[in-house]
């Protein structure tokens, strides 16, 4: 389900913005809400300027993909060793469980 997620740093078109977005997360929870998204991003170029300012959206929600992100080894083996392996996750006492 987490597999080929795109690594922070990359820029994203979503389909219902006009702003690029950088993605800074993934796998996340924002607060007050028991919906798991896949990334959590901020404007680009603005960078984060408050909690206020960020992103949650799913992969469904990415018209294009402008920039793929720095992916070194640690990246690589982050992806294999952690995202490829997440199954289905659910929400528990506010924080992100595997179901």
């Given at each position: ?58 992969r469904g ?39």
């Amino acid at each position: 389900m987490y597999k080929d997620m795109l690594p922070c740093g990359s820029i994203v078109q979503l389909t219902e913005g006009e702003h690029l977005v950088m993605i800074c997360g993934r796998v996340v929870l924002a607060e007050g809400n028991d919906h798991i998204f896949d990334y959590m991003g901020c404007f680009y170029p603005d960078g984060i300027s408050g909690a206020d300012n960020m992103l949650f959206f799913d992969r469904g929600a990415i018209d294009r993909v402008v920039f793929i992100g720095f992916q070194d080894e640690d990246e690589i083996d982050y992806r294999s060793e952690v995202l490829d392996k997440l199954g289905e996750l659910k929400v528990v006492d506010g924080e992100i469980k595997e179901a």
